[in-house]
């Protein structure tokens, strides 16, 4: 297979689709939509709440659960829209717990491998 790196998902219109249309799960720092999307590769979108801090905090888990996607990437299914919804309490979290949360959420989707 070839493997096709993912885009970001940025229209509105995108994330409430998968909102509506996809399947949720969530453990204590993050909630992940999964809705199949017909490409050959996975769209990724983070949302971060105005709850959960400022900007630097907020951008700061955004590219945490975007750099734990980029390092699995290989480990994903392909042809898949992914929503992240970041939680209040990943706010004081390191890299290696939004990982881990970030991959516990792919397998209970099983989209990803390992």
């Known amino acids: 297979m070839k493997y096709a790196y ?30 199949e999307n017909q490409l050959e590769k996975n769209r990724i979108g983070v949302s971060v709440s105005k709850k959960v801090g400022n900007s630097v905090v907020r951008h700061r888990l955004c590219r945490l659960v975007r750099e734990s996607f980029r390092l699995h990437e290989k480990e994903f299914h392909s042809g898949y829209d992914i929503v992240i919804v970041v939680r209040v309490n990943a706010k004081e979290r390191t890299f290696r717990e939004i990982e881990s949360a970030f991959l516990h959420l792919g397998r209970l989707h099983q989209i990803c491998l390992k």
Not at 7 to 12: A, C
Not at 24 to 33: D, G, Q
Request: aromatic residues 16%; proline residues 0%; charged residues 30%.
């Open 6 to 35: 993912s885009e970001s998902l940025k229209k509105n219109r995108d994330f409430q689709l998968v909102y509506k249309k996809g399947t949720s799960f969530a453990n204590k720092y993050l909630v992940m939509y999964v809705r």
